[in-house]
């Protein structure tokens, strides 16, 4: 991660390794914000959009410390990223004053220096440097990150003297949000093994069908929306009008795990004639689409409205065993990639944190007026999901319960739809 970015001698494993632990458990242990001085205009603008994707914070300098800087060169950027422009070039004394406001007035704990081929040039090269390490030596708690084009020998001396030189910009935005997430990890008291109960889990033979796997999810605590299995159109209609409307009918087969690939899925049916024109249509379409599938019938579910959809996960991994995970659901965990890991099992407390780190969190408190979810809820459901996994044993490859609906404060969290994969004996 920290190996320099475009030529120059790649650090070994264990020197980046040593520089990374050593670097985050000095200067991390709050929360990560990146200052910029540049003497370029656009590349402030590249390392700001860089910084924005990630999620990286670059706060204003405080007022008073702009209007100081405006003083030293009225024409500056004093903003974040701060600006100093080709001024200094005349004045390289000014590069100093700026590093020290940047660490002192910002406060930020990760510092980007961006000088290109300025810091390599036989005019300024040294004075430059002498007024950079100036400002690393009057300010050690920082991690101070220097982007430039220079030969291997003034790199080797930027690193001695405590710089991480990258001759991309963005990448060296990469590697600062990576540390901090290290070192925010570091900082983080020791958390004791979540005493989690395990239920008794029997899996079938073969992989289940939805109807089957929602039944073992609820069982270990992960409910379900109100459903019925139907063998026949007339059993389809008498639980829609047990449960309903408008309802949701989906093809019901262990061997058509995603069902919507083959149009196997009807929202909105409203009244009896169209669960019976509905039980047909999904009948045929399997039997064109899916002609080898084993067709049990088909599920007749509550269509409920004013959830935030969500999905949670479970996936084998080959060291850490069952890995539990949640993120926005519906098509948005594959588009956004918005998603938190962690190793089975964990409590409510583990698990809301874990659904408290995703950027889409908002959804879930209240943003822009909705109402706030069930987020304790949501979180009791994937402990319990995590639990069915530690406790399944090896035989389960995966589970994906996608959408998972997240209903207003107070009112509970159902599986829509659920898949369960397990391993051939």
Same mark, same amino acid.
């Given at each position: 991660?920290?190996?320099?970015?475009?030529?120059?001698?790649?650090?070994?494993?264990?020197?980046?390794?040593?520089?990374?632990y050593?670097?985050?458990?000095?200067?991390?242990?709050?929360?990560?914000?990146?200052?910029?001085?540049?003497?370029?205009?656009?590349?402030?603008?590249?390392?700001s959009?860089?910084?924005?994707?990630?999620?990286?914070?670059?706060?204003?300098?405080?007022?008073?410390?702009?209007?100081?800087?405006?003083?030293?060169?009225?024409?500056?950027?004093?903003?974040?990223?701060?600006?100093?422009?080709?001024?200094?070039?005349?004045?390289?004394?000014l590069?100093g004053?700026?590093?020290?406001?940047?660490?002192?007035?910002?406060?930020?704990?990760?510092?980007?220096?961006?000088?290109t081929?300025?810091?390599?040039?036989?005019?300024?090269?040294?004075?430059?440097?002498?007024?950079?390490?100036?400002?690393?030596?009057?300010?050690?708690?920082?991690?101070?990150?220097?982007?430039?084009?220079?030969?291997?020998?003034?790199?080797r001396?930027?690193e001695?003297?405590?710089?991480?030189?990258?001759?991309?910009?963005?990448?060296a935005?990469?590697?600062?949000?990576?540390m901090?997430?290290?070192?925010? @990890?570091? #900082?983080? *008291?020791e958390? /004791? +093994? &979540?005493?989690v109960?395990?239920?008794? $889990?029997? %899996?079938?033979?073969?992989? =289940?069908s939805?109807?089957?796997?929602?039944?073992?999810?609820?069982?270990?605590?992960?409910?379900?929306?109100?459903e019925?299995?139907? @063998?026949? #159109?007339? *059993?389809?209609? /008498? +639980? &829609?009008?047990?449960i309903?409307?408008? $309802?949701? %009918?989906?093809?019901?087969? =262990?061997?058509?795990?995603?069902?919507?690939?083959?149009?196997?899925?009807?929202?909105?049916?409203?009244?009896?004639?169209?669960?019976?024109?509905?039980?047909?249509?999904?009948? /045929?379409? &399997?039997r064109?689409?899916a002609?080898?599938?084993?067709?049990?019938?088909?599920l007749?579910?509550?269509?409920?409205?004013?959830?935030?959809?969500?999905?949670?996960?479970?996936?084998?991994?080959?060291?850490?065993?069952?890995v539990?995970?949640?993120?926005?659901?519906?098509?948005?965990?594959?588009?956004?990639?918005?998603?938190?890991?962690?190793?089975?099992?964990?409590?409510?407390?583990?698990?809301?944190?874990?659904?408290?780190?995703?950027?889409?969190?908002?959804?879930?408190?209240?943003?822009?007026?909705?109402?706030?979810?069930d987020?304790?809820?949501?979180?009791?459901?994937?402990?319990?999901?995590?639990?069915?996994?530690?406790?399944?044993?090896?035989?389960?490859?995966?589970?994906?319960?996608?959408p998972?609906l997240v209903?207003?404060?107070?009112?509970?969290?159902y599986?829509?739809?659920?898949?369960?994969?397990?391993?051939?004996?």
């Open positions: 991660m920290l190996a320099a970015g475009g030529g120059g001698r790649a650090r070994t494993t264990e020197e980046m390794l040593d520089i990374a050593a670097a985050t458990k000095r200067i991390y242990p709050v929360r990560n914000t990146l200052g910029v001085l540049t003497i370029s205009g656009g590349a402030g603008v590249l390392i959009d860089a910084a924005e994707a990630l999620g990286l914070p670059m706060p204003p300098m405080p007022e008073a410390a702009q209007a100081k800087l405006r003083e030293l060169v009225p024409f500056c950027g004093p903003r974040n990223p701060v600006d100093c422009t080709a001024q200094v070039a005349n004045d390289l004394s590069v004053r700026f590093a020290d406001s940047v660490a002192e007035d910002g406060g930020y704990s990760s510092i980007l220096a961006f000088f081929q300025t810091a390599g040039s036989r005019s300024v090269g040294e004075a430059l440097h002498e007024q950079l390490t100036g400002a690393i030596a009057r300010h050690p708690d920082r991690l101070w990150v220097l982007s430039a084009i220079v030969p291997e020998e003034v790199r001396r930027y001695e003297d405590g710089f991480v030189i990258f001759e991309d910009p963005s990448r935005v990469v590697a600062l949000h990576a901090g997430r290290f070192g925010e @990890s570091f #900082a983080r *008291a958390q /004791a +093994a &979540a005493a109960p395990l239920p008794t $889990v029997r %899996l079938p033979e073969t992989t =289940p939805e109807a089957v796997a929602k039944r073992l999810l609820a069982e270990a605590g992960v409910p379900a929306v109100p019925h299995a139907c @063998s026949d #159109a007339v *059993a389809a209609v /008498a +639980a &829609a009008e047990e309903g409307y408008p $309802v949701v %009918l989906k093809i019901l087969s =262990p061997d058509i795990l995603h069902k919507s690939e083959i149009g196997g899925v009807l929202l909105d049916v409203r009244d009896a004639d169209g669960v019976r024109a509905g039980f047909a249509t999904l009948l /045929a379409r &399997a064109e689409r002609p080898g599938a084993r067709i049990e019938g088909v007749v579910a509550k269509q409920i409205t004013g959830a935030v959809e969500m999905a949670l996960g479970i996936t084998r991994d080959p060291v850490f065993g069952p539990a995970m949640v993120g926005l659901g519906g098509v948005f965990i594959e588009v956004l990639k918005d998603f938190a890991l962690h190793r089975c099992p964990l409590d409510p407390a583990q698990a809301e944190r874990m659904i408290r780190s995703l950027r889409g969190f908002p959804l879930l408190d209240g943003a822009r007026g909705r109402p706030k979810a987020v304790p809820a949501l979180a009791q459901a994937l402990s319990r999901l995590s639990a069915f996994a530690a406790a399944a044993g090896p035989r389960l490859r995966s589970v994906d319960v996608n998972l209903l207003p404060e107070g009112q509970g969290c599986a829509a739809d659920a898949v369960i994969e397990l391993a051939a004996d």
